[in-house]
Antibody, heavy 119, light 106 residues
Framework: QVHLVQSGAEVKKPGASVTISCQAS????????IHWVRQAPGQSLEWMGW????????EYSKKIQGRVSITRDTSARTAYLELTSLKSEDTAVYYC????????????WGQGTLVTVSS | EIVLTQSPGTLSLSPGERATLSCRAS???????LAWYQQKPGQAPRLLIY???SRATDIPDRFSGSGSGTDFTLTINRLDPEDFAVYYC????????FGPGTRVDI
């Protein structure tokens, strides 16, 4: 069974950075992509970027490009999202989700990681 | 960027009724590259429909998707109590974007 398990909640101060992990199991990690999507409190979903676990190719949302980096460790079957220069507006639940390459639909999803940015 | 608009914002229905949810795109979504997700409080989204009309694995057949171009519809026949949730559409024709969601309430 496919599972994505994310790291725990984080509290950060404005200007800091955060790294969230997403560990995959139940499938061939390097055959799929991992996308990151965030959801601010009471809001809709915002796509952030993706990485193809096979070769490490990435694509990022233009809105946050420059502050976001997605990497992976194939031996650990884990993808990482790093977000820098945090602002209060980055307070959200961050989700990872698996994606079949050359398609765009996402599933399954990780359980989510709450990141709170507060002074 | 393709902007998605969903209507209505909230749909108040009873179990057993049919729900019809709309998703409109600011420009044509080619090849029907649109998905629908269900999200319950405190949970991650779950994929329901991809490529506008294909049901994802283990999704009941009371869920169906249709549409093309700029207008897409998610229909839920015979609402089950577990179907009361928020539903999002997502396009993956031109990068990726989500709609604002439709809440289906009892």
């Amino acid at each position: 069974q496919v599972h994505l398990v994310q790291s725990g909640a984080e509290v950060k101060k404005p200007g800091a950075s955060v790294t969230i992990s997403c560990q995959a199991s139940g499938y061939t990690f390097t055959s799929y992509a991992i996308h990151w999507v965030r959801q601010a409190p009471g809001q809709s979903l915002e796509w952030m970027g993706w990485i193809f676990a096979g070769n490490g190719d990435t694509e990022y949302s233009k809105k946050i490009q420059g502050r976001v980096s997605i990497t992976r460790d194939t031996s650990a079957r884990t993808a990482y999202l790093e977000l820098t220069s945090l602002k209060s507006e980055d307070t959200a639940v961050y989700y990872c989700a698996r994606n079949v390459p050359r398609t765009g639909w996402l599933g399954p999803w990780g359980q989510g990681t709450l990141v709170t940015v507060s002074s | 960027e393709i902007v998605l608009t969903q209507s209505p914002g909230t749909l108040s229905l009873s179990p057993g009724e049919r729900a019809t949810l709309s998703c409109r795109a600011s420009q044509s979504v080619t090849n029907k590259l649109l998905a629908w997700y269900q999200q319950k409080p405190g949970q991650a989204p779950r994929l329901l429909i991809y490529d506008a009309s294909s049901r994802a694995t283990d999704i009941p057949d009371r869920f169906s998707g249709s549409g093309s171009g700029t207008d897409f519809t998610l229909t839920i026949n015979r609402l089950d109590p577990e179907d009361f949730a928020v539903y999002y559409c997502q396009q993956y024709d031109n990068s990726f974007s989500f709609g604002p969601g439709t809440r289906v309430d009892i």
